[in-house]
């Protein structure tokens, strides 16, 4: 199965890629850069630049501003192409497979490095949905707040890998990282299951599963210094071999944050009540948080 950003990959040339170079490397100074701009940084022929744009336009990787001397900005898609050329360029990946999430915000997509590993691609939407909300409630942000989205999606994209990489070097259960660019993040696919699927009797050992994810939390407070902050049934992944991965990290926060605790109790309190429902098991909060807080 081919995705539609397979497909514009494959359609955008390299005069379209400078273009869009061009229009990224404007954006700090303009909502629309001008189109003369443009042309100059993109260094191609008249002639080439006009077909290229045209191009653009056509697929929608491109947008017009509504004023008469507006040029043009990027569209997300866009900047998902960007990114991916990116990572193919350094050799990170080497093909798109189908999408297999959308989340509320991101899009994930299987790819497979040049030696054949099975990777996730994820592009951060962050700042594009919360763009489309504050629109709708609050006219007068719009302006300010729509140039930000591609440097908030981006910011969220490194926000990620970092975060992979510092729990993942501290050996916390999470998918390796293996490089970003842009609001995009490549980690290692785990073969599994979202614990959510799972059904009651479903597990082999569900305690122990229990203790691996609360490990995982109590690494990332004491030895990463922070809290998930989303923790649930659908962040968590069972792989085949039986280990929790906790996956989705782009809003955890520090632990020195006013609001650090009251999250990690939140998450906690969360999934100690999930496992009782659905796995029949009793175990204290209380006690687990202080496990977590504490050095052990
Ligand atoms: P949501 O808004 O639904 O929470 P999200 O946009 O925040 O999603 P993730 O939770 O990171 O994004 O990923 C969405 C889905 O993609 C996951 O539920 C899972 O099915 C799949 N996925 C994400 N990361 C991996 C991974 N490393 N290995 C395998 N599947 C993954
Ligand atoms: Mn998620």
Same mark, same amino acid.
Request: hydrophobic residues 40%.
């Given at each position: 199965m081919v995705s539609q950003?397979?497909?514009?990959?494959?359609?955008?040339?390299?005069?379209?890629?400078?273009?869009?170079?061009?229009?990224?490397?404007?954006?700090?100074?303009?909502?629309?850069?001008?189109?003369?701009?443009?042309?100059?940084?993109?260094?191609?022929p008249p002639g080439s630049f006009r077909r290229a744009l045209e191009r653009l336009v056509e697929l929608k990787l491109i947008k017009k501003g509504?004023?008469?001397?507006?040029?043009?900005?990027?569209? %997300?898609? /866009? =900047? #998902?192409l960007l990114a991916l050329r990116a990572l193919v360029a350094r050799g990170t990946v080497s093909e798109l497979g189908p999408k297999i999430g959308?989340?509320?915000?991101?899009?994930?997509?299987?790819?497979?490095?040049?030696?054949?590993?099975?990777?996730?691609?994820?592009?951060?939407?962050?700042?594009?949905?919360?763009?489309?909300?504050v629109r709708k409630t609050r006219i007068y942000m719009a302006e300010s707040?729509?140039?930000?989205?591609?440097?908030?999606?981006?910011?969220?994209?490194?926000?990620? %890998?970092? /975060? =992979? #990489?510092?729990?993942?070097?501290?050996?916390?259960?999470?998918?390796?990282?293996?490089?970003?660019?842009?609001?995009?993040?490549?980690?290692?696919?785990?073969?599994?299951?979202?614990?959510?699927?799972?059904?009651?009797?479903?597990?082999?050992?569900?305690?122990?599963?229990?203790a691996d994810i609360v490990s995982t939390i109590h690494i990332a407070y004491i030895k990463a210094g922070i809290v998930h902050g989303d923790l649930s049934e659908y962040n968590i992944l069972i792989s085949t071999e039986g280990e929790p991965f906790i996956i989705d990290w782009p809003q955890y926060v520090y632990k020195e944050d006013p609001i650090a605790d009251e999250l990690l109790r939140r998450d906690v309190y969360y999934i100690i009540r999930f496992f009782n429902?659905?796995?029949?098991?009793?175990?204290?909060?209380?006690?687990?948080l202080e496990e977590i807080k504490g050095g052990i």
């Open positions: 950003l397979a497909e514009l990959y494959n359609k955008t040339d390299n005069h379209m890629f400078r273009i869009l170079r061009a229009i990224e490397s404007l954006l700090s100074k303009y909502e629309y850069p001008p189109i003369e701009l443009v042309e100059r940084r993109s260094k191609l509504k004023h008469q001397l507006m040029g043009y900005t990027l569209t %997300f898609q /866009a =900047l #998902d959308v989340g509320k915000e991101s899009e994930v997509y299987d790819a497979l490095s040049p030696t054949g590993i099975r990777l996730v691609l994820k592009f951060h939407r962050e700042g594009v949905r919360s763009f489309k909300n707040t729509r140039k930000q989205w591609i440097l908030k999606a981006k910011l969220i994209g490194e926000r990620e %890998f970092k /975060a =992979l #990489d510092a729990l993942y070097k501290f050996g916390a259960l999470v998918p390796k990282p293996i490089d970003y660019n842009r609001h995009a993040v490549v980690q290692e696919y785990i073969e599994g299951v979202e614990l959510y699927t799972i059904p009651s009797n479903g597990l082999d050992n569900p305690v122990k599963i229990l429902k659905k796995f029949k098991i009793e175990v204290d909060p209380e006690r687990i």
